[in-house]
């Protein structure tokens, strides 16, 4: 509670989330206030609440996920400014940056596992948490080479790793099947948990139909999934859940 506090006294508004990250308050990071009363009120519902913050008016974010390699090897030659920079609970680094319309929220457009959060999205706080804060003082501009970066088309389904899709499946399926890669992808931070069950659910489908096959099914969501910046293991076990509720099994 202090932390929120702490930054709702400097114009930051705050709202409360689950140790899943995920908003505790029905209007999600739209509800986020700087009121004192209301913040108060909050934390002492949900005591051990983590601290949510909305991007894209105050700061934008660049993500990086260090867990994994592809986004490892970008961060040691990417030539980034000194500017605020978190360490999030999973090792990764959140780099704030001043704010700018042209940063919004995107997964893995920069490079794998390298996001970003702008209008329509949120960080977690993890400094209220005790984890490190580098160069806490600074404030970046978004260096134009990430701008660059974030103005080139989004893939296309076919430009996924996996084309496992464009095989022997019917022209209608294949359509089917590229939407719901899209609707996938394309998912924001807090619904691509939803928007992957659902997607995973209507794959699927067609693999009950015997239109694809439970393998190609599961390797089409997590592609998809990692777009939105959901982690591949935790999209391949909603893939898995998806084929054990249509009674598909190995």
Same mark, same amino acid.
């Given at each position: 509670m202090r932390a929120a506090l702490d930054l709702a006294a400097r114009?930051?508004?705050?709202?409360p989330c689950g140790d899943d990250k995920r908003p505790l308050v029905a209007h999600g990071f739209k509800g986020?206030? +700087?009121?004192?009363?209301?913040i108060d009120h909050w934390w002492r519902r949900w005591p051990h609440a983590l601290i949510g913050v909305p991007?894209?008016?105050?700061?934008?974010?660049?993500?990086?996920? %260090?867990?994994?390699?592809? +986004?490892?090897?970008?961060?040691?030659? +990417?030539?980034l400014p000194s500017t605020r920079t978190h360490v999030t609970r999973s090792g990764g680094r959140h780099l704030l940056f001043k704010p700018d319309d042209r940063v919004g929220c995107t997964?893995?457009?920069?490079?794998?596992?390298?996001?970003?959060?702008?209008?329509?999205?949120? =960080?977690?706080?993890?400094?209220?948490?005790?984890?490190?804060v580098v160069h806490g003082g600074a404030l970046a501009?978004?260096?134009?080479?990430?701008?660059?970066? %974030?103005?080139?088309?989004?893939?296309?389904?076919?430009? %996924?790793?996996?084309?496992?899709?464009?095989?022997n499946a019917s022209g209608g399926a294949?359509?089917? =099947?590229?939407?719901?890669?899209?609707?996938?992808?394309?998912?924001?931070?807090?619904?691509?948990?939803?928007?992957t069950y659902w997607g995973a659910c209507? %794959?699927?489908e067609m693999v009950g139909q015997t239109a694809l096959t439970r393998g190609d099914a599961i390797a089409?969501?997590?592609?998809?999934?990692?777009?939105?910046?959901?982690?591949r293991l935790e999209a391949t076990r909603t893939a898995q859940s998806a084929l054990r509720r249509q009674g598909i099994s190995q």
């Open positions: 114009g930051v508004p705050v709202f986020a206030s +700087a009121d004192a009363k209301l991007t894209g008016i105050k700061f934008v974010v660049l993500d990086v996920d %260090l867990q994994h390699i592809e +986004a490892q090897e970008w961060y040691g030659r +990417a030539n997964a893995s457009k920069i490079w794998r596992h390298v996001d970003t959060r702008g209008r329509g999205g949120y =960080i977690v706080w993890w400094p209220s948490c005790g984890l490190e501009e978004v260096p134009g080479f990430i701008l660059r970066a %974030l103005e080139s088309p989004t893939p296309s389904p076919s430009a %996924l790793p996996r084309r496992c899709w464009q095989g294949q359509r089917q =099947i590229n939407g719901i890669i899209r609707t996938i992808a394309g998912a924001s931070q807090g619904e691509r948990n939803h928007v209507r %794959l699927a089409i969501v997590v592609e998809a999934a990692s777009r939105c910046g959901l982690p």
